[in-house]
């Protein structure tokens, strides 16, 4: 069987809970039977936290996928893709990924966090990855991209949380840290 060359190397990142219960979640080939419900994403979800929940590697396989891993506090992020993809891809995109997320936190990588942050983490997602093809692998490339200054941005093109935030701190009501 011969390989056909794709830009498509990532099937998918996740992030999940000490429960194993989802955080974050991008999948990027949904015509695979593995991913193509919801249903179908969480067992894998299940699967691949029950495989690493206590593990000391930093990699494992799961069902002809490759899955990298990294835990902290109370949260496990994931990146995985074909059995067949280099690893050490997978791993710069994993830790892109970690790496961007700590930054906008403030080192305060934890999942009240991630909540309070969740529009710069599927930010951050979307940074690294396009429908499975990398796109970045610099943590201060993608978090510049991110954390662009809304005063730059007209109006019409905001976020909601932009347009509040900054509402709220012309009135002083943000707490200044």
């Not at 109006?155 to 509402?167: A, F, H, M, N, P």
């Amino acid at each position: 069987m011969s390989m056909i060359p794709s830009l498509k190397t990532i099937k998918g990142i996740c992030i999940l809970d000490n429960d194993g219960k989802r955080v974050v979640s991008k999948y990027y080939d949904t015509t695979d039977d593995t991913f193509a419900t919801v249903k179908d994403q969480k067992a894998f979800e299940g699967k691949v936290f029950k495989a690493t929940e206590k593990a000391n590697s930093e990699i494992v396989a799961i069902n002809n996928y490759t899955v990298v891993y990294r835990s902290n506090v109370d949260l496990f992020f994931y990146v995985f893709g074909d059995s067949r993809e280099n690893e050490l891809m997978l791993l710069s995109v994993l830790n892109a990924l970690y790496d961007s997320i700590s930054m906008i936190l403030r080192k305060n990588v934890e999942k009240r966090a991630i909540f309070e942050n969740m529009d710069s983490v599927l930010l951050i997602c979307d940074e690294v990855a396009d429908r499975g093809i990398l796109l970045e692998c610099d943590a201060t490339n993608i978090v510049n991209r991110v954390h662009v200054r809304t005063e730059d941005i007209p109006l019409s093109e905001q976020t909601v949380s932009q347009v509040s935030y900054d509402i709220l701190k012309s009135f002083n009501w943000l707490s200044q840290s």
